[in-house]
């Protein structure tokens, strides 16, 4: 295995990036490990705010070089591009902010003498997608470097050119080497990292497969770890949610990015019959608009699919589900054209023996359903392993509210597809994995919350 960068808009092999050696991966983790134990952890907090600011600032600076890297290696959509770069320079910003209050001591008003303090634990490893290359990496980078701790990446073998720019912020906003490290490592050389003493902490988004590897090495070797291994995410349309908005929503929440996030809108579940044969109408017209194409050109929604493997996946799912009887209503074909793309496809139809019924569909294939009554609506949302996402659309707030705290995920959106802020939380349950990343809560995940007990001397 090697890292390489192959253009899913045209096909074309760019560059490829040869493995580190074990001697250069273990050598990284020597460094990461003493710079942490003495420098990094002892600095005070606005010191290491202030080049995590200034990691914001290089990014917005050079924001057109980083899109093109985006572009380039998963094929985004250049507009949509944008957006994550902005976002990922906010979520640096909002950590370099709030990070003096976030650590600041906890004194426990009703123990006289007692205070929580926040302690860094030490150095982290993460192991991440290609989907959005810079969000997944800023989410444990950001905290984590402000709280104290030193990150290794491992990041996606087809994104190696992100990963070296997201690298550079860091050095050029004044980190000093080990504080973030990229690797070009291999899976086995990973799984060695995890079983080193000196890696407190592993984080990981990818499949529940990878997941399961990674969170059984961790325990064995009894480390913190944070999952995030994606959705089979639902969206309820109750019986008073405005169609129309519920439409435009749900296009948007399937086809971003590709179809291609953890917590894209995945199952379609409309309440009554009538209202599912006009809502599914509406979204294949608003399909059939959607403009497929080179990810350069601003009126391009639907860019290409990350890997020739990805296409052909997706193809298979769709075809085993047909031919367990579900019905393609619209799309499900490759496009014609060089590169990786794929028709947005809506699927309905699916019985409970279906294969797509359990799986996550990778891309934007959304899956339909129609039941007639909202628990039997609740009641399909939650018949998956997995709890990332869910999604509620109503014109009763209060109601929607009800329904939403009946949705086994760790979110739930009402009346809108995604929202991402750095002050929201993000994780899920059930087989979606454990733990949370973003807003306060996410700088805790690999703390050592101390109690300091004072008492007199005499």
């Not at 572009?71 to 985004?76: A, D, I």
Request: glycine share 8%.
């Amino acid at each position: 295995m090697s890292f390489r960068t192959i253009n899913p808009a045209t096909g074309e092999f760019v560059k490829e990036f040869p493995l580190q050696s074990d001697e250069q991966v273990f050598a990284a983790l020597e460094t990461a490990d003493r710079r942490y134990r003495e420098d990094w952890k002892f600095r005070p907090v606005a010191e290491r705010a202030k080049i995590i600011a200034r990691a914001a600032q290089i990014l917005r600076e050079k924001r057109d070089e980083y899109v093109k890297y985006l572009t380039l290696e998963m094929g985004k959509v250049t507009r949509f591009g944008y957006m994550e770069v902005d976002l990922v320079a906010d979520i640096l910003d909002y950590y370099a902010k709030n990070a003096e209050r976030f650590l600041a001591p906890q004194p426990l008003p009703d123990e006289p003498g007692a205070t929580v303090v926040a302690e860094p634990i030490g150095v982290l490893f993460a192991i991440e997608p290609w989907n959005f290359p810079y969000y997944q990496l800023v989410r444990v980078a950001a905290p984590q470097l402000v709280a104290g701790n030193v990150v290794l990446m491992k990041h996606a073998p087809n994104v190696p050119h992100c990963a070296l720019a997201f690298a550079r912020l860091f050095e050029e906003a004044g980190a000093p080497e080990g504080v973030y490290t990229n690797l070009f490592c291999s899976v086995e050389q990973a799984a060695k990292l995890i079983d080193d003493f000196r890696v407190r902490g592993v984080a990981l988004t990818g499949s529940e497969r990878a997941g399961a590897s990674v969170g059984e090495r961790a325990g064995r070797n009894l480390k913190k770890v944070v999952l995030e291994l994606g959705g089979s995410d639902p969206a309820l349309i109750l019986k008073g949610a405005p169609l129309d908005h519920a439409v435009e929503q749900c296009v948007m929440g399937r086809t971003f990015n590709s179809g291609q996030g953890c917590v894209n809108i995945k199952r379609v579940i409309v309440v009554g019959k009538e209202r599912g044969a006009q809502m599914l109408e509406a979204l294949k017209e608003r399909f059939a608009a959607i403009k497929v194409g080179d990810p350069t050109d601003e009126a391009t929604v639907l860019g290409p699919l990350v890997s020739e493997t990805a296409l052909n996946g997706l193809l298979k799912q769709i075809e085993e589900a047909k031919a367990a009887g579900a019905r393609i209503v619209y799309g499900g074909k490759r496009v014609e054209r060089p590169g990786f793309y794929l028709e947005p496809t809506i699927v309905t139809d699916i019985d409970v023996d279906n294969p797509l019924y359990q799986q996550e569909a990778f891309g934007p294939v959304l899956s339909f359903y129609v039941v007639d009554t909202e628990e039997e609506a609740i009641e399909l949302a939650n018949a998956t392993r997995y709890g990332l996402g869910g999604y509620v659309f109503d014109a009763d707030i209060e109601h929607a509210k009800q329904v939403a705290s009946r949705i086994e995920s760790g979110m739930v959106y009402i009346n809108s597809c995604f929202v991402d802020s750095p002050g929201l939380p993000f994780g899920g349950v059930k087989n979606a994995g454990f733990g949370r990343e973003l807003a306060e809560v996410g700088i805790g995940e690999f703390l050592n919350r101390k109690l300091i007990r004072v008492a007199s001397a005499a």
